[in-house]
């Protein structure tokens, strides 16, 4: 029988699997105890596992997330909610210098495995401080993993895997994809060591990379691609940090085209990250047009409806790169 | 109370007191000289040779600040766990003597606590209750009271033990921190080593008090202002304040006032970026924590002068020793530094 699964569904299932069969795991952070900061994502796990479990907080980013890491060096495979990628930036000093660092300024001899749980919650006139996704950021910094899930199974699977992996792991979840619904495969037990990029669908003329959200933009415009006379094979990251470049290499091989869509700027960033190593590794005869990416305008994000519509990706915006790059 | 008119006057210091060596045992007594003085020369080595170049991390030293480190590893237990900051040699030391460890860590050696791979700033040595020492002011606060949460979840009998300075009292994270011990009952002992200096600012021009122990009270949880050099006191009240805190797991906030004998980072001695201490420092000789224990238990016949000899001339040689295998021990491969990036 087949059975669909909504996007916040499925990391309220992850959530339920680490709390049932992992006494290392607990949760904390600001709004737990709360209806509306984390959505549908976390609803009651406060009463069904306890609040000793499920911890809501003081407003001390900073002090909560080493908190989350102290833990972590002393046993527990914990997560830390932030509600908000912009408020996780108070927190900064302890995920890129603490956690990142412990393992390899200390030998080899402690580990800080905890997970960042940023939420990229933006969109809807909410301005400059309350839009930010940073994924490139947090995906320079050696020693952090990234993950950053599109489809509802992998939210579920990644986020159990990012928790029992051994290392610090920046999960990002965008609340733009909670209602998303896929087909449900079933709770997966996964190593994130083994977690490679995935090829969405299939095609020989255009090679597109996307990661969260923008892999379902992509999606969305296949239809239209198709109809310009050429078939796109869409390849979802899942992972940013490290990158694992073999399915895409191979991928642009085959193509001749690569177009990278990130919903982060472009200066520095993941489509400049992939289109750089892509170049690097393949022969340049190889490709039939010059590589593009597809991101967000360069400014802070705006308020006003008229704004955010020029500001954030549109499904226009990658028709009309698809169309200079064939 | 304020006392800044008068820190150039040591003698106005109001939390001096005297050593009391009546109800501490012999053994605890000699096990506390004997690790002060090893921290003392462990330290003096490293100056020595940070001077003539061989060392070349930076090297921050607590010399003059020995016992409060001795006082809190003689009163900690198996499962107790201690985080600290740059300044950690005697942290270190204080629970495990392994001079020679810390000896290749500092030269970058693959015998050191850390392989070589932190230096000076970044040492650990978790078997025997050393969490880790990081530079960045004030980072391992949180850290240490998440190891208090640990604690606290796991339903344990122990305490986290956060070292810091009286510069990262300047740190917002402190207060973050000691809110959420005092709000999540976490057992968190807070030690702030006040000695004066924060690089080479003293506390007069950072701080509108001499006292950070100011800070526990807008967070409820107790505190107390201990002489830094004084190890009984600083002993008998640590040893049942951490029992006290392993069942209750409530956090404490102990201030231990003190002195830096060396600069903020280095060999120097009396200057510190252009800071002249001269004066400040001879009176704090007068004060050496090891001096006043040595005096203590020569005076009560617990120690001869030639038993100290004797100690002292052991510990040299030990250190000297360690000091030479260290010099010849290995660098680390150099896989390391990438493998050590992932588990």
Redesign the interface.
């Known amino acids: 029988m087949s059975k669909q699964i909504k996007y916040s569904k499925a990391i309220h299932e992850a959530f339920t699997y680490l709390l049932e069969n992992h006494d290392e795991f607990?949760v904390i952070g600001q709004g737990l105890w709360s209806p509306w900061y984390v959505g549908e994502t976390m609803k009651d796990l406060d009463k069904k596992f306890g609040k000793?479990?499920v911890i809501d907080?003081?407003v001390?980013e900073?002090?909560?997330?080493?908190?989350?890491?102290?833990?972590?060096?002393?046993?527990?495979k914990p997560l830390v909610v932030h509600p908000r990628v912009d408020f996780m930036l108070l927190a900064i000093?302890?995920i890129v210098?603490?956690a990142a660092k412990?393992?390899?300024?200390?030998?080899?001899?402690?580990?800080a495995?905890a997970t960042f749980r940023a939420i990229i919650n933006r969109g809807g006139e909410q301005g400059a401080q309350h839009s930010q996704s940073l994924q490139s950021w947090f995906a320079h910094i050696?020693?952090l993993?990234v993950v950053m899930p599109y489809d509802a199974n992998d939210a579920r699977d990644l986020l159990i895997s990012s928790v029992l992996?051994?290392?610090p792991v920046i999960f990002m979840d965008d609340r733009w994809l909670y209602d998303e619904v896929s087909f449900d495969k079933g709770l997966k037990l996964l190593d994130l060591k083994d977690v490679k990029p995935e090829i969405i669908s299939t095609g020989d003329d255009l090679t597109i990379v996307g990661s969260g959200y923008t892999v379902k933009q992509i999606i969305d415009c296949k239809k239209e691609i198709s109809k310009l006379g050429v078939e796109p094979e869409i390849i979802d990251l899942r992972i940013l940090n490290?990158i694992d470049y073999n399915i895409i290499l191979k991928s642009v091989e085959k193509t001749g085209r690569l177009l990278v869509v990130d919903g982060d700027w472009s200066s520095c960033g993941i489509a400049a990250e992939v289109i750089c190593s892509v170049t690097e590794e393949l022969n340049p005869s190889i490709f039939k047009s010059k590589p593009m990416r597809v991101t967000l305008e360069n400014a802070p994000a705006p308020t006003s409806k008229v704004l955010e519509e020029d500001y954030y990706i549109s499904k226009e915006r990658i028709i009309e790169a698809t169309k200079k790059i064939i | 109370m304020s006392n800044f008119e008068n820190l150039n006057d040591i003698n106005s210091f109001t939390h001096f007191s005297e050593l009391d060596i009546s109800t501490i045992s012999n053994e605890t007594l000699i096990k506390m000289l004997y690790k002060m003085i090893l921290i003392r020369k462990a330290e003096e080595k490293i100056s020595d040779n940070v001077e003539n170049g061989v060392i070349k991390c930076p090297c921050h030293l607590a010399i003059g600040q020995e016992a409060i480190a001795v006082a809190a590893g003689l009163s900690m237990i198996d499962g107790d766990?201690a985080?600290g900051a740059h300044r950690s040699h005697a942290h270190f030391l204080a629970l495990n003597e392994n001079t020679y460890s810390l000896f290749c860590e500092v030269l970058g050696k693959e015998d050191?606590?850390?392989?070589?791979?932190?230096g000076s700033m970044?040492i650990?040595d978790?078997k025997n209750g050393f969490?880790?020492s990081?530079p960045?002011v004030g980072?391992t606060?949180?850290?240490?009271?998440?190891?208090?949460?640990?604690?606290s979840?796991?339903k344990e009998e122990n305490i986290?033990i956060s070292y810091f300075g009286d510069g990262a009292c300047e740190e917002?994270?402190l207060h973050?921190?000691l809110?959420?011990a005092s709000?999540m009952n976490l057992p968190t002992i807070f030690i702030c080593e006040n000695n004066l200096f924060s690089s080479h600012l003293r506390i007069d021009q950072r701080q509108p008090d001499l006292y950070t122990s100011r800070f526990a009270l807008a967070h409820k949880i107790e505190s107390k202002v201990l002489d830094g050099n004084n190890i009984t006191e600083l002993y008998k009240f640590m040893k049942n304040q951490f029992i006290s805190v392993r069942k209750s797991h409530k956090p404490i906030f102990i201030e231990a006032l003190t002195y830096r004998w060396k600069g903020h980072v280095g060999f120097r001695e009396d200057e510190d970026v252009g800071v002249k201490r001269s004066q400040d420092l001879s009176k704090w000789r007068d004060r050496d924590p090891i001096l006043l224990l040595v005096n203590e238990l020569i005076k009560e016949n617990k120690l001869s002068k030639e038993e100290l000899k004797k100690m002292e001339n052991e510990i040299l040689e030990k250190i000297d020793s360690d000091w030479d295998k260290a010099l010849n021990a290995k660098f680390?491969d150099k896989s390391?530094l990438n493998?050590?990036?992932?588990?």
Request: hydrophobic fraction near 35%; include cysteine; charge should be positive.
């Open positions: 607990f000793s479990r907080t003081p001390s900073l002090a909560v997330t080493g908190a989350t890491i102290g833990a972590s060096i002393t046993g527990f000093d302890q210098t603490q412990w393992r390899h300024m200390f030998g080899n001899n402690s580990s495995p050696p020693g993993k992996a051994d290392d490290p | 766990k985080f050191g606590c850390s392989k070589g791979m932190g970044h650990i978790q969490y880790g990081v960045i980072a606060i949180p850290i240490a009271t998440g190891a208090g949460l640990s604690i979840l796991k986290s917002g994270v973050e921190s809110n959420l709000v680390p390391n493998n050590f990036v992932y588990s």
